[in-house]
């Protein structure tokens, strides 16, 4: 567990914070180290750079109790010279602690069994005490003589480490019942210990999530057959070097780097952050903008999935006497998107409109293509145009697009938005004068 | 006291043995293709990204805030998802309340309260008309929205998806018909919206399955899935069969999200580490950690280009890496819990984060 090996390290005789007994008002106070120390450390050890950084860290891992204040409830860190002490690692969350009331029980008493100021109750302790009493009733004689027990062996240690361990049993228990409401921090779980949705190390219940073990290895031949069948098409597979997919990474990109918002500005405008949605009504406005057009020349998937850029690619087409194709590559895009009742209806309306013999709209498809469809529709699905549509994809894509992208439509499109650009910009040069204020 | 029980009948001996045999050759058989997969996909890792990515220009300082926080849910916010309008979103919480907002305005348009708690999924449909919605009740629901307010949302609820454990994601696809889930029962499924059937089963993971996400290409027909079982598997809707598998984090996979361009998916996991896999290379080729990162990651996502991966973590932070270089450009602090779900905006103007402190918020 990540966040154990660091708080073994910081420990350390060698390496870690310089933990030692203070020399205080008539007394001596064992086995602290400050804040500070501790802040000190983790951006040492962590190579954090941000101290800001450390803090929450170092909150992090005193919320789960495993350095404490020593006078304090409150389990945080603080970067200045309060001391704190590490817990003991038998008290560690780790060990899956989930004491009962009846140990706390025996904890609050035994503390009000003991002469010394600084084992007096807190008032929620006081409370908690007396609550458990009145639950405990008959049974409170059973409590009482485990405390008394527990003082009798206490007494025989050592005064310097029953300071210390008086404080470890007490910071345990500011874990698990902790003051209402004062802690800052909420523990957060880190890996293993507790299942995904749900148990904090708080009393809450979480019914019937299931524990997220995997599953035993099945050991069932058939599996291993299916894994085995698996890795072998695996290893046919085509790769493609890193070199080669590294620079695809980059150039997609950044290409789209000017689009991204977080990267590049949007004009006029982030609604987010300006409370103006101006930059919404543009998008949603029948007169695309400069960049979006250009967008439409970096893929005809591109074009496509902007409701304009289709249009204009649409009348492309018609303009060429070649609609068809598109017109048939989105009815089978449609099609995949009905309910499945309708599927087979649609199917076979697609067939009458493009394929058929004498179609209104006929497609031109290769003969191989061709037999594959006509032979899915004798079972008619929402994926037997597969083959048809890919391949009147790829047609538009090397034939139809290319074109389009050099045809007047588009480059005037592209062309005008810059000179719209620019009149719109005089004309606020002229506004801006008529708007001066005299004096 | 025997080590191992001895059958009576000495042919039924014989024939346990066999099969022992049988299955400890298979399992060695299995082992070796592994090892033989992950030298095949090794030979071809000539570079690293990050080495080959040094040309490109560094980003500048990010000022990223919260600007807007959305108070409302009793508990745990575990899920949201955005509307295609770019300013609503679904959100849904561990009391069982499911809430749309217009996230601009931070009005509550909508709220049902579901019969069940821990609602840990929830999608927006792509009309923006439907959200679909489940959790601990092993189901998916769909809501159509009314635009009358009055109107008792939950009346109108139609079930989608069973299955036999907890639902813990769902996503429409292109359209308000079809509906992909995933679940605590180790599989995925698609299903038709109108009548309830189930399309297509997707049976693979070894354990509960967490997380999904759809391809985004118009044309493509595959989704990726992570599970606790620390894989991360692509699959064919139109087959049911899984064509691409990833195994290397070290814990579970809580959260997987496409690239823009599709080629490739980052993954989030309770090991602390995003990852970044690439389809055409196979393999891993990348890792977002530091040493200072120990919490897990909850929830992932891109920034339009695919430049930045957003990352919330269960240590209440947001941490933001730079996809090409590999390192962090910034860490985020705002919420007062774990951060459960995370998610960019359809147009990349925010991203939004639901969290065990109860809120969402947005940030840009």
């Given amino acids: 567990m990540k966040i154990e090996d660091i708080v073994t390290r910081i420990q350390d005789e060698t390496e870690g914070v310089p933990i030692r007994t203070v020399k205080s008002f008539m007394t001596k106070i064992p086995s602290v180290v400050t804040g500070t120390d501790i802040v000190q450390w983790l951006i040492k050890d962590l190579s954090i750079e941000d101290p800001a950084e450390a803090m929450h860290m170092g909150s992090l891992i005193a919320a789960q109790g495993y350095f404490f204040p020593i006078s304090d409830h409150v389990l945080s860190l603080k970067d200045d010279g309060t001391f704190y002490r590490f817990q003991a690692p038998y008290f560690w969350p780790s060990n899956c602690w989930e004491p009962e009331n009846t140990d706390y029980a025996i904890y609050l008493c035994k503390r009000t069994m003991q002469n010394k100021t600084r084992l007096e109750l807190a008032d929620y302790e006081a409370e908690n005490l007396a609550r458990l009493q009145r639950a405990f009733s008959r049974k409170w004689e059973f409590i009482y003589m485990q405390a008394e027990a527990q003082v009798k062996i206490d007494r025989k240690r050592d005064k310097s480490e029953r300071k210390i361990l008086d404080s470890q049993e007490r910071a345990f228990w500011d874990v698990h019942r902790p003051v209402v409401s004062r802690c800052l921090y909420t523990l957060p779980t880190s890996s293993d210990s507790f299942n995904h949705y749900g148990c904090s190390i708080t009393y809450e219940t979480i019914s019937c999530c299931s524990v997220r073990k995997p599953a035993e290895t099945n050991s069932d031949s058939s599996c291993f057959l299916f894994q085995i069948l698996f890795l072998n098409t695996q290893l046919d597979r085509h790769r493609m070097k890193m070199s080669k997919v590294a620079e695809s990474l980059i150039t997609y990109t950044e290409q789209y780097m000017e689009y991204d918002p977080f990267v590049t500005a949007p004009e006029p405008s982030n609604p987010w952050t300006s409370d103006d949605p101006s930059f919404w009504d543009l998008e949603a406005s029948k007169e695309p903008s400069q960049q979006r057009v250009k967008k439409w020349g970096f893929s005809l998937e591109e074009a496509l999935k902007d409701p304009a850029g289709q249009e204009l690619f649409l009348k492309f087409l018609e303009s060429e006497f070649s609609s068809e194709n598109l017109r048939f590559w989105l009815a089978v895009q449609d099609l995949k998107r009905m309910p499945q009742q309708e599927v087979g209806q649609r199917a076979q309306d697609i067939w009458a409109e493009f394929l058929a013999e004498g179609a209104p709209s006929s497609i031109n498809l290769d003969s191989h293509s061709y037999e594959r469809t006509s032979q899915n529709l004798k079972d008619p699905g929402r994926y037997s145009y597969e083959d048809a549509q890919d391949h009147i994809y790829k047609l538009m894509k090397s034939d139809s697009y290319t074109r389009f992208l050099r045809s007047n439509v588009y480059q005037d499109l592209l062309m005008a938005r810059k000179k719209v650009c620019v009149s719109m910009f005089v004309i606020n040069q002229r506004l801006s004068f008529v708007y001066i204020p005299i004096f | ?364």
């Avoid at chain 2, 029980?5 to 058989?29: D, F, G, R």
């Fill in chain 2, 1 to 364: 006291m025997l080590a191992s029980a001895s059958p009576l009948i000495p042919e039924m001996a014989t024939q346990e043995v066999q099969l022992n045999e049988t299955l400890a050759h298979l399992k060695t058989e299995s082992e070796t293709l592994k090892s033989k997969l992950e030298e095949e996909r090794a030979k071809l890792h000539d570079v690293e990204l990050h080495q080959v990515a040094e040309k490109v220009e560094g980003l500048g300082q990010f000022v990223m805030k919260t600007r807007r926080t959305l108070k409302g849910h009793g508990n745990k916010v575990l899920c949201m998802d955005w509307c295609k309008d770019k300013r609503r979103i679904v959100s849904s919480s561990q009391d069982g309340k499911v809430i749309v907002w217009d996230a601009f305005t931070t009005n509550k348009e909508h709220a049902v309260t579901m019969p069940c708690t821990w609602v840990m999924a929830c999608a927006y449909a792509p009309s923006g008309c439907a959200v679909a919605c489940g959790g601990l009740d092993n189901k998916c629901s769909v809501y159509p929205l009314s635009l009358d307010k009055n109107e008792n949302l939950a009346a109108k609820k139609k079930s989608v998806a069973m299955h036999t454990n907890y639902l813990s994601a769902c996503s429409f696809t292109n359209s308000d018909m079809q509906i992909l889930t995933s679940s605590g029962d180790g599989t995925c499924a698609l299903w038709d919206v109108e009548s309830g059937q189930l399309l297509q089963s997707f049976h693979g993971h070894a354990a509960d399955v967490l997380c999904l996400d759809l391809a985004p290409s118009e044309t493509g027909n595959t989704f990726v899935s992570g599970g606790c079982d620390k894989k991360a598997n692509v699959w064919d809707m139109r087959s049911g069969q899984c064509i691409q598998s990833f195994e290397t984090h070290e814990s579970d996979i809580n959260s997987v999200r496409y690239y823009p361009s599709g080629d490739a998916f980052a993954s989030g996991s309770d090991d602390a580490t995003c990852r970044l896999y690439d389809l055409r290379a196979d393999r891993e080729v990348a890792i977002y950690s530091k040493e200072s990162i120990i919490f897990g990651v909850s929830s992932v996502d891109f920034s339009l280009s695919g430049r930045l991966l957003f990352g919330g973590y269960n240590d209440y932070t947001i941490n933001v890496w730079d996809v090409l270089k590999g390192t962090r450009v910034s860490i985020l602090f705002g919420h007062e819990n774990r951060v459960s779900t995370l998610r960019v905006s359809p147009d990349g103007t925010a991203f939004c984060t639901g969290s065990w402190d109860h809120t969402l918020r947005i940030w840009a």
